[in-house]
Every structure is written in structure tokens, then in C-alpha cells.
């Protein structure tokens, strides 16, 4: 999408006090990200206006981001995935963090949030919002913690709004608030086996006791839906009481605080600012739905946006694989978007491959959330694999894979040679034993393929090149 066609539409509203879109999508109009959005959905754009109004989808797109392409996201669109990058304290830079954009958007990542922590937060957020075309995401309290020296106690509201109106005049779409780690929810975390997994909650409820006083995210909510109707920040209220382990699933501490991100959805909406909802870590599969239902009720259907869920806990370089599973089940139950996890998770800063490997495997769980939804379209893409996989066309079987390059190698890795690329077979059965190539003769005998001999010949490469009526 040229950066000049969204230029016009931000134009439009310049003047405008209130610029989000579910402001717009109340009056009643139809914004250029609406119409957008729609059409990529293959939905009627009437439909995404009243989803938007009724805050069931979100459209995460900052005035201030030009060269981003509008994603729709909410129960009724396609499942998102959110990919994290963002250097640390002890490794890596800009240039590193910019190459796992670029990564994760080449392998279809909905999102990305920038998770930096370490200095030259600035340059590193401008650099990403500069190359990303997808919607980017942030956790202010990082920067302001880091602009105190990490002392939580040294935090002030003030302090903490500048760094998010900051971020927000810089572009960024999405921003995680911890606005429902209450004071009084703290206690309940006492008792788990991991007490609290997430940094912006550990910092707000550091504050919190610290200074005994109420959650100043909480107590200034006002002033922050200022900002973020000023630049149409989408607020990803987060979950700060997120579960770190099976053993916390779905406990109290988690619950209280949703019911708090509840009543804060209600107040956001009053100003029209856009909410997405962040979901727990640590869930076991038969409490994923459970957890799904309790937010759309709690949240009154605002979209979910769930980490994981990591299924077990016992896998520490395969929680790629651990979370897609609940991924998916939470895509089916009805999450919105999906926030990918890698295969360092609980190890290390992600690399550039590990942002791949996260990217794919999250790929999967969102589309088989689709395909399990019967989203429309969603399967025309295995049944087109299948068509292909059938007709032993391999090159338009890579075309369609998640990941093409990977996928022909592993299949040249065994059959290399050209002619190999209209084989009736691979390597797992060979010529004699495909099943598929087998059902091709029945189908031929069937159709009085015995008046015509079949001169299919004996060699290695017999059948190399038979034409096929089947198409892809």
C-alpha cells in the first residue's frame, strides 16, 4: 500500500479532538483503514464499522504511522499473530532488531511489539516504526523504568505519561498498560508456585507496595485515554497477574485482575479508545476454552490477545511447539491474535532464527484456528496443497508451504535431481509403495485403462513425467 494513500486519510482528521477509529466507526463513517481492512478480510466494510463500534475488532493504525498496512483484529477476522522483538541489557542492537522485523514480517507475522529494554529505546522504536508496514506494539514502563535507573519506586504518574505520549507522537499503535495490577490483588499472588512471570506487573506491583498507594495507571486512567485519542492508540490492557506455570492457571489473582481490565475496557470505550485485552501464559489444555469464555464475558467480547498458552511447562527450548497447541485451542475458542512464543523462551533473547521458528509455528496455530472456525477462505489453501500433493505437482506444493525454501529442501535432500520434481513418489515410499501414485492406477483401471495397456515401463524414473488430469 503506497505511505501516500493512508497520508490522506490521517489528513482528514487532523483537526479532529477525538482520531480513533472506533470514534469514527460510532459516527457512523467508514474510514479508509475500515474500507481496507474489509476488503483484506473479504468481509462487507458496514460489518467491520459496527464490529469496531461495538468494540469486537480493533484496528491498531497511530495517526502518526503513515507507512502502515490497516490489520483488522477481533473474533470476527482473521486469527493475528504478534511477533516480540526488542534487544536487552546484554545483547543485541538496532541493526539485529531490525532484521527480526524484517523476519518476522517476510513469514506473515500480523504485528510486532518492540520489547527493548536496554538504552536507546528512541532510536531503536523510530528505526522499527520506520520499516515496519505491520502495526507495532510497546510496554512504556520499560523505557520510563530504564529513564529512573530500574528503581519501580522511583516511577512517577508524570513521568510515565511523558514516556507514553513519547511513543505514541513516534507512531506506536498498540501500547501493553498494566492498569489492572491493583493494590489489593497483590497478596493473592503470595502463594503460587511462581508468584508474578510478567516485568510490567513485577514493576507495578513493586510500586504499589512500595509506596502503599493505588496503581497509578489505574488511578490516571483518564489522563491516558487522552493520549490515546489524540493519536489513536490501541490499548492492549495487559495482564500483569498472568499465570507463569500449570500449577497458577486460573487462580484468583488472574481473575481479579480480568475483572479489573473489565471495568477499565467499559471506561476506554466511554471515550472511544480501542482496547485488545492480553491473556495468561501457563494454561492447561482443558482450561483453555474456560479461559477464553471468562474473558469475553468479563471483557464484554473485547479482543483476547494471549500469550500461548503454553500447554506444559517441562520443554525449555520446545515452548515454540508447547504454546502453538494452546494457541490454536485458544484461537478456536475464540482468541483474536495469537502472541508468538520461540524456542528461547525461558532461556535467552530470541535470535533471528528462533524469530522464524516462532513466526511459523504460530503461523500454523492461527490458520488451524481459522480453518477450525470455518472462517471463509480460510481452507482454500490446504485443499489447493491437497489438489497439488494428489497431481504429485511438487513445485506448486512448496509454493503453498508455510515456508517453500525449507520445504523443497528437505524434499532435495533425498530427491535432488530435476526430474525428480514430477516423481510420483518421494523418498518416504518410493515408486513402488506410494499409496497415492497406487490409487492413480485404480482410478486408470477403473476408467478402462486395460483397453489402452498402460506403458508405464519399469525403470527407476517410470511415470517421471505422465501428464495428469488433476490440476492444482
Not at 461495538?54 to 490489520?71: D, S
Request: proline share 5%; hydrophobic share 40%; with cysteine.
Amino acid at each position: 500500500m503506497p505511505v501516500s494513500l493512508r497520508d490522506a486519510w490521517i489528513r482528514e482528521r487532523r483537526r479532529d479532538p477525538n482520531r480513533t477509529q472506533m470514534h469514527y466507526a460510532r459516527n457512523g463513517k467508514i474510514t479508509g483503514e475500515i474500507a481496507f481492512v474489509a476488503q483484506r478480510e473479504k468481509l462487507d466494510p458496514e460489518f467491520v464499522r459496527s464490529e469496531i463500534a461495538r468494540g469486537r475488532m480493533v484496528i491498531p493504525a497511530n495517526i502518526c504511522h503513515g507507512n502502515l498496512e490497516p490489520v483488522a483484529i477481533g473474533i470476527n477476522a482473521l486469527c493475528k499473530i504478534n511477533a516480540n522483538i526488542g534487544n536487552s541489557a546484554v545483547a543485541s542492537g538496532i541493526e539485529q532488531e531490525l532484521e527480526k522485523v524484517k523476519m518476522a514480517i517476510q513469514y506473515g507475522a500480523d504485528t510486532v511489539m518492540d520489547l527493548s529494554t536496554s538504552r536507546q529505546l528512541n532510536e531503536t522504536r523510530r528505526a522499527v516504526l520506520e520499516l515496519s508496514r505491520v502495526p507495532v506494539g510497546t510496554v512504556p514502563i520499560y523505557q520510563a523504568l530504564e529513564q529512573v535507573g530500574g528503581e519501580a519506586a522511583a516511577l512517577t504518574p508524570e513521568l510515565v505519561l511523558e514516556v507514553i505520549e513519547c511513543q505514541a507522537k513516534q507512531g506506536v499503535d498498540f501500547m501493553t498498560i498494566h492498569a489492572g495490577v491493583l493494590r489489593e490483588f497483590i497478596p493473592l499472588v503470595f502463594k503460587r508456585l511462581t508468584g508474578i512471570v510478567s516485568r510490567g506487573g513485577a514493576i507495578m506491583a513493586e510500586w504499589c507496595f512500595k509506596h502503599e498507594k493505588q496503581n497509578f495507571l489505574y488511578t490516571h486512567f483518564d489522563r491516558l485515554l487522552e493520549i490515546c485519542k489524540t493519536y489513536d492508540v490501541t490499548l492492549s490492557l495487559g495482564d500483569g497477574f498472568r499465570p507463569g506455570c500449570l500449577a497458577d492457571a486460573s487462580d484468583r489473582a488472574q481473575f481479579a485482575e480480568l475483572e479489573a481490565l473489565g471495568k477499565l475496557t467499559l471506561k476506554a470505550w466511554e471515550h472511544d479508545v480501542q482496547v485488545m485485552i492480553e491473556g495468561p501464559g501457563h494454561v492447561p489444555m482443558d482450561q483453555i476454552p474456560m479461559n477464553v469464555e471468562k474473558e469475553i464475558k468479563l471483557c464484554h467480547e473485547a479482543p483476547f490477545y494471549v500469550l500461548g498458552p503454553l500447554v506444559i511447562d517441562c520443554a525449555p527450548g520446545y515452548d515454540h511447539i508447547t504454546s502453538a497447541i494452546g494457541a490454536a485451542m485458544a484461537g478456536q475458542a475464540g482468541a483474536a491474535m495469537l502472541c508468538y512464543v520461540t524456542p528461547r523462551e525461558h532461556l535467552g533473547l530470541p535470535t533471528l532464527e528462533d524469530v522464524k521458528q516462532g513466526v511459523i509455528a504460530y503461523k500454523i496455530a492461527a490458520h488451524a484456528a481459522d480453518v477450525a472456525r470455518h472462517r471463509p477462505g480460510a481452507r482454500d489453501r490446504d485443499d489447493a496443497m491437497s489438489r497439488a500433493r494428489y497431481a504429485f505437482d511438487w513445485k506448486k506444493q512448496f509454493e503453498l508451504s508455510m515456508d517453500p525454501v525449507y520445504a523443497q529442501k528437505l524434499h532435495d535432500e533425498t530427491l535432488s535431481g530435476e526430474d525428480y520434481k514430477k516423481a510420483e513418489y518421494c523418498s518416504m515410499c518410493g515408486e513402488k509403495y506410494c499409496p497415492m501414485h497406487l490409487t492413480h492406477q485404480l482410478k486408470d483401471t477403473a476408467a478402462g485403462a486395460a483397453k489402452t495397456p498402460c506403458k508405464r515401463g519399469t525403470g527407476k524414473n517410470a511415470g517421471l513425467a505422465r501428464k495428469r488430469r488433476v490440476t492444482a
